[in-house]
């Protein structure tokens, strides 16, 4: 079974410096991927970034980047020059073959909130 | 193009009414989820349908049941409400079940129960 843990309910930066948000998991498969999406107050989830198991290489995506650690199941998220606009709810959320599927389990959040 | 709409957007209901949510998954997608999320918490897994089948289940009571049609929308379905049952319910789509594709959520149905 896939299990997902956040270590840190809240979180908060300055404007412009770097955060780092925590995810450990928890599965039995090898062929899975990990997903990080926020959600603003709006309620709307959205993709921040997307890794594949299998590739050693981190995802970055503009001012998000991944340290993936396959061994120690870890997928922390990184931020770098924080804006005000990625105040949000952070899940981190793994999605890997079950019964067939891919299903996704999502963590408890980290609430961030960006300092001016 | 459209992304993943739910409706209707907020709604109430009584204790032990019935509930019927909609989802129209984003064009080109096949595959639909639903999640729970209660206030302060993550979204909760409660099923995901593809080729009109429940391919997964969440620790979800029968009393949540859904439904895809041959368009792909779905619906999900809760009967004897409980006021624990409020909460945002998400739905989510996706191309493929059987690939780690990336899922895309709709802006959520709003459900008190009062």
């Known amino acids: 079974a896939q299990t997902v843990t956040q270590s840190q309910p809240e979180m908060s930066v300055q404007e412009a410096e770097t955060v780092t948000l925590s995810c450990t998991y928890d599965?039995?498969?090898?062929?899975?991927?990990l997903f990080w999406y926020k959600q603003p107050p709006s309620r709307q989830m959205i993709l921040v970034i997307r890794?594949?198991?299998?590739?050693?290489q981190n995802a970055t995506e503009n001012r998000f980047s991944v340290n993936f650690q396959k061994a120690a199941k870890s997928f922390s998220l990184k931020i770098s020059d924080s804006q005000l606009g990625d105040t949000a709810m952070y899940f981190c959320?793994?999605?890997?073959?079950?019964?067939?599927?891919?299903?996704?389990?999502f963590g408890t959040g980290t609430r961030l909130k960006v300092l001016a | 193009d459209a992304g993943v709409t739910q409706s209707p957007t907020h709604l109430i209901k009584t204790r032990g009414q019935q509930v019927t949510l909609r989802c129209s998954p984003k064009?080109?997608?096949?595959?639909v989820s639903w999640y729970q999320q209660a206030l302060g918490q993550g979204p909760q897994f409660i099923f995901q349908?593809?080729?009109?089948?429940?391919?997964q289940r969440g620790n979800f009571p029968d009393r949540f049941s859904g439904h895809q049609f041959p368009n792909y929308s779905s619906e999900l379905n809760v009967n004897a409400l409980l006021l624990g049952d409020s909460a945002l319910y998400l739905c989510?789509?996706?191309?493929?079940?059987?690939?780690?594709?990336?899922?895309?959520f709709g802006e959520g149905s709003w459900l008190t129960v009062v």
């Open positions: 989510a789509s996706s191309w493929g079940s059987i690939s780690g594709n990336t899922i895309y």
């Open positions: 599965t039995s498969e090898n062929n899975y991927y």
């Open positions: 890794q594949e198991a299998y590739k050693q």
């Open positions: 959320a793994p999605a890997g073959p079950t019964s067939g599927t891919y299903k996704y389990i």
């Open positions: 064009s080109g997608h096949d595959t």
């Open positions: 349908y593809y080729e009109e089948e429940e391919r």
